[in-house]
């Protein structure tokens, strides 16, 4: 990687924090030095934050590694923390939720009302024979009751298994069946680009008779949400309707400790093989890695701040970062149930203008979409609350960073770029908002109590200026804890690689620049080797949409003959570009344009005009798919994409061409 000739790199702009920021900013470079001169000791003080039924006088136990216990002889409830113990502190009637339907319908929950909630669920739960170490699925739209119902699960001990409510029965199906749910908590359906969109019958089918090739017999309970108003199947004795049962429940319930290892959720991701991985993680651990997380980088200040998180509870970064993170904090947050352009472009930041949203976390692929439809849209709102900005999920190119921290930040907001993987359950490399100088790209630093590094294949530390693999050298706190039901796949995966060092493959690439700052290159899948020089699919992209005409752009090293790999890029041109140039030539023009910014060896042997690129729901583009497109392969399995019909659109159009 060293020959490569780094567009990255070559971002020179710097931003420091806003006057003042740092003076009332939770997190200060303090941090850093705590956390170096005792790690352990730091994570401690950070788990005392929250609320031990039972003190934990053990820290760490890595004593069988790679089999981590976080704070093992301490207790807590992680639901108490989330809910019970600020309706104590006499922040009851604190705003937990403020709710936003798609259709515009609205309901703001308090901390108490919450409590109550989460209490009567778990009753009922406990009801229905609900208890410890039982799993429960969630398959649930963006509504509070999604919330609730993963804290009534964790109040009893229990373990959730959310499955985003756009996954198909199939994979619902799967899910359920590999943590052995007993309860699934669902709703008739939910909002979604101005319609119903049904969930109901989704998981009908995926308990449905297999015609004797197993049923599905670990589910004794459906409990249904009225959320879409749309007609449903019953299965009566199965089915419940949460309208019928929770309300006629008490609303207290006592949260009793469990210890700190308490499984908490298992939630599935897609690794390099077909077979989604349930990732595992535990109580005390996680909780105190979430809240301290969301505390710092967020800079979250529960009397005053208006918090908001785009993601889904579907995937972790809503797990973390709606459920856990700000409600252990105390948090006042907006959750919404739609779609970002229904029923117009500027839903989201009509939102913010509504609520006074303080602080906004969301995905670059949202962001780069905003780009594509025009500055003018969110300039039609008085977005002056917002104070810092967030990035997650993949590698935010200096294009879109810059566009985010000048159109929705007001050129002043400070922007952190959180680095970190369903694995490692919290963020794990961010700028801190009051204290780093921020550089457009980047996610720069280890969190205080964190040890990354960027080594080569033999584990070896790169150096300054040059790239390899991303590893965290040290256990941490929210780190998973296995892979459901299968502990070989966890080790082979993730510890089998450097298991003479004892690190944590995390199968991202990265590099180090000349001051020590870590950049993220994608996956190490998606790096490419180019006649004998390693370039990264991200470098290639950022270069593509820094070029006025592009929107977005996604590269995949295809298999060439002559060179090993070839770089062939799909593009999704500008609609105001298109308007006014014509899309002839526009590939050679950008092939130069790649040329110029990153090196002759960078220039893409294809480039494809698109309409859409392939993505899954939580907004990553599976390369995967592109690439069996550029080396003419079938393509493979698209039942993970948010839209199914996109491969055959780009397919036709690669045909005709
Ligand atoms: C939280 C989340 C994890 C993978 C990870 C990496 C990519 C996430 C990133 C980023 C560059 C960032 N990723 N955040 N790459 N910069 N700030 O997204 O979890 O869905 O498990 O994905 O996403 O490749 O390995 P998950």
Known sequence: MSTQIDHLLNETRRFSPPDGFAAQAVGSADLYARAAEDREAFWADQARELHWHTPFTEVLDWSTPPFARWFGDGELNVAYNCLDRHVEAGHGDRVALLWEGEPGDERAITYAELTAEVSRLANVLEGLGVGEGDRVAIYLPMIPEAVAAMLAVARIGAIHSVVFGGFSADSLRSRIDDAG??????????YRKG???????????????????????SVEHVIVVRRGGNDVDWTPGRDLWWHDVVPAAAPTHEARPFPAETPLFILYTSGTTGKPKGILHTSGGYLTQAAFTNRVVHDIHPETDVYWCTADVGWITGHTYVTYGPLANGATQV??????????????????????????????????????????????????????????????????????????????????????????GAMMISALPGVTETKPGAAQVALPGITIDVVDDDGEHVGTGNGGLLVVTEPWPSMLRGIWGDPERFVETYWEKFADRGFYFAGDGARLDEDGDIW???????VMNVSGHRLSTAEIESALVAHEATAEAAVVGASDETTGQAVVAFVILKQSYLDRHSAEGLATT???????QIGPI????????????????????????????????????????????????????????
Do not use: C
Not at 181 to 190: L, N, R, S
Not at 520 to 526: A, P, S, Y
Not at 620 to 644: F, N, P, Q, S, Y
């Open 181 to 190: 749910a007993k309860v699934v908590i669902t709703a008739d359906g939910g």
């Open 195 to 217: 319609k119903v969109s049904a969930l109901k019958p989704a998981v009908d089918l995926a308990l449905a008779d297999r015609n004797g090739s197993g049923v599905q017999e």
């Open 335 to 424: 959750l919404y149930e739609g779609t970002p352009d229904a029923p117009h472009p500027g839903r989201w930041w009509e939102i913010i203008q509504k609520y006074g949203v303080t602080v906004f976390y969301t995905a670059p692929t949202a962001i780069r979409s905003f780009m594509k439809i025009g500055r003018q849209v969110p300039q039609g709102f008085d977005l002056s609350s917002l104070r810092v900005l967030g990035s997650v999920g993949e590698p935010i190119n200096p294009e879109a960073w810059v566009w985010y921290r000048d159109i929705i930040g007001a050129e002043r907001t400070p922007i952190v770029d959180t680095w970190w993987q369903t694995e490692t």
């Open 520 to 526: 993220l290159l994608g996956r190490v899948d998606d």
């Open 590 to 596: 950008l092939r130069a344009w790649v040329g110029e």
């Open 602 to 657: 960078a220039r893409p042997r294809d480039i494809y005009i698109v309409g859409e690129l392939p993505k899954t729901r939580s907004g990553k583009i599976m390369r995967r798919l592109l690439r069996d497109v550029a080396e003419g392969r079938e393509v493979g399995d698209t039942t993970t994409l948010a839209d199914t019909m996109v491969m055959s659109t780009i397919q036709a159009k690669i045909t005709t061409k």
